[in-house]
């Protein structure tokens, strides 16, 4: 079961992502700076990593540390300014924007840290979002939407609109989109920022548990500690750099 | 969920500025249709009246007459009126002579046209004739009634009953006259018509050339203007066996009428187009607008994995649908404007004389529509068009957009 959403035969470069012994996500000697007018801002330097599949990961540290850095390249919606950030097969420096574009609809979930659901669909159609764009019919998508709604506990809310819906029901309902197409790794950007304590520990446990049945690889971006608490790896960044790496046994 | 019901659903998030532009684009529909079916109406009564008191819809002349106007270029209409009547479409086939000629009272002469009709046949078509009475009608071809032009009555200083010399120029050379008595008195409203026009039967007409039977124009009226195509083809075959003769439109045998029409028109066309223009700006300020204004949403869905592609296509979904339901509802708009017009008309007695001159014929300054569906549709098909066209550019700047710029927007 672990991976198996991964390995569906989804893109020309499916088959590539099949070595087990191989890291699942590698970056090497990343560095990324961003240019604001006549201003260089070095967001990442000589950045290295390796995540396994399966793994529940956390990237922790301070605003402005570089961990969203991390997650745009990784979700290949940014490409680093020297080095390699490799996904399975895929290299995303050198891959083109439609590759890329493939790969975040097939391979990758996001979660954002103030939910980004489309105010003019209901739960129901942001979840089934990136179906559509897959091209999944109608009652298939239902199908799937409507098992994760169950298990994410939001099922009767399929119908309302994001606005009618309190930020631990929209972040569900964003986790639900995130895995509505089955990818092997879902990218979370500070997931709980905007939740109070509880709803933000019941989300941890739903994405922890998650991660252990379906065998999803989750990489978050966190300074929350009941985020870093709940992880079994906790990578530290600060100033752009690694300053720590720790595994426990959670 | 498809890409049709998020557009949908995208262009009323800001319900009352797409309510403005839809309510801006429908009236714009609305005023360029009613004022097209306005002049389509205005038009078709001026042709109508031009070819009933010039030269119908479609007419048979000489070769070369149409351009010299030679008195001499006549010819024997034999059995060709009776077979042309006979053709489906044709209300009236009415032979005429023009003559050029001096006409003479006892108080004074003026030049004048001298026109030779069939009065029977006449009275029932031609506007100069609709107000007379009975016992003001040219009795018959080859009498000697006239019905004269009001203003050349009074130059001539004469009155109804009273006699007049006309005098023309022969075939053989020689000036002939022939006495006349005013029997009717017309008045078209157009000074150079009331002031020349004289009227009598063909065959008294001919006796002063000495043209006998023949005649310069053979003039056609049609049932409708439509049908103008079908009878022409008609005629064709007609005139295999008289090589000197040929069947032109009222447009080629009245440029005056169809030149005026078509300079009106071509002005009511910049018209539209300036209103159409303003539309389109209108359009690309909303969408693009309300391109901006998703700057983060367009981000996220392209984080999500859709292509820029797919966010143009969104984009001009959007104006394909702003630019439908508009469409429908300038529709609903402009027919019912137009129902008013065809019903009610429009009254501009209070602006124009009532006896205004346009292209050689009276304006008739009650305005009245006439529908037009085929351009109704075509001017809808248009404005999507338009939309759409104006949507390029909104649709170019969404896929642009790079996901982590547009996310960072708010």
Known sequence: MRGEALYLPLSPYASLLTDANMPLITLSNVYKTYRHGSLEVTALTDFSLEIAEGEFIVLAGPSGSGKTTVLNLVGGLDRPSAGAVTVGALEIASASAAVLADYRLRRVGFIFQSYNLIPVLTAAENAEFTLMLQGVPRPERRRRVTELFIELGIEGLEERRPGDLSGGQQQRVAIARALAAAPGVVLADEPTANLDSHTAEELLDLMRDLNRRRGVTFLFSSHDDRVIGRARRVVRLEDGRMVGDSTTNR | ?410
Not at chain 2, 51 to 70: D, K
Not at chain 2, 213 to 223: P, Q, R, S, T
Not at chain 2, 297 to 308: C, N, Q, R, T
Request: hydrophobic share 50%; glycine share 8%.
């Open chain 2, 1 to 410: 969920m498809n890409a049709f019901l998020y557009a949908w659903r995208s262009l009323w998030r800001n319900r009352r500025r797409t309510l403005i532009t839809l309510t801006a684009i429908a009236l714009s529909i609305m005023l360029v249709q009613a004022f097209h079916n306005l002049a389509v109406g205005a038009y078709a009564r001026m042709i109508d009246d031009g070819v009933r008191a010039g030269s119908g819809h479609l007419a048979v002349y000489r070769h070369g007459y149409l351009e010299s106007r030679e008195e001499n270029l006549g010819f024997s209409p034999a059995n060709l009126a009776a077979q042309i009547r006979a053709i489906p479409g044709v209300t009236k086939v009415l032979p005429r002579v023009y003559l050029p000629a001096l006409a003479q009272s006892s108080h004074d002469s003026r030049g004048i046209l001298l026109i030779g009709v069939e009065p029977e046949a006449e009275l029932t078509v031609n506007p100069f004739l609709k107000g007379l009475s009975a016992d003001a009608m040219l009795r018959d071809i080859d009498g000697r009634d006239a019905v004269i032009g009001k203003r050349l009555l009074d130059d001539l200083k004469l009155a109804v009953g009273r006699k007049l010399v006309v005098t023309a120029q022969h075939r053989d050379g020689t000036l002939h006259s022939e006495l006349l008595r005013v029997r009717g008195v017309v008045s078209t409203g157009m000074p150079d018509i009331d002031g020349s026009l004289l009227m009598v039967g063909r065959q008294r007409a001919a006796l002063l050339t000495g043209m006998q039977d023949d005649i310069h124009e053979l003039a056609i009226i049609l049932n409708d203007s439509d049908e103008e195509a079908f009878v022409a083809a008609a005629i064709t075959p007609l005139l295999h066996d008289r090589p000197e003769l040929a069947a032109v439109s009222w447009e080629k045998a009245m440029p005056n009428l169809a030149n005026a029409i078509k300079l009106d028109y071509a002005s009511q066309k910049f018209i539209f187009v300036i209103i159409l223009l303003i539309v389109t700006i209108g359009v690309v300020n909303t969408l693009l607008m309300s391109v901006m204004e998703r700057l983060r949403e367009f981000g996220v869905v392209l984080a999500l994995g859709s292509s820029p592609g797919r966010l143009r296509r969104l984009v001009l979904i959007e104006a394909l649908l702003l630019g439908m339901v508009a469409a429908v509802a300038g529709c609903v708009l402009g027919a019912l404007a137009t129902w008013y017009l065809v019903d009610i008309g429009i009254d501009l007695k209070r602006f124009i004389p009532e006896t205004l001159e346009f292209g050689g014929v009276v304006f008739d300054p009650v305005l009245r529509a006439a529908w037009d569906l085929a351009w109704m549709a075509k001017i809808a098909l248009y404005v999507v068009g338009l939309t759409l066209l104006a949507a390029l550019y909104p649709a170019i700047k969404a896929g642009r957009i790079t996901p982590v710029e547009a996310m960072r927007h708010h």
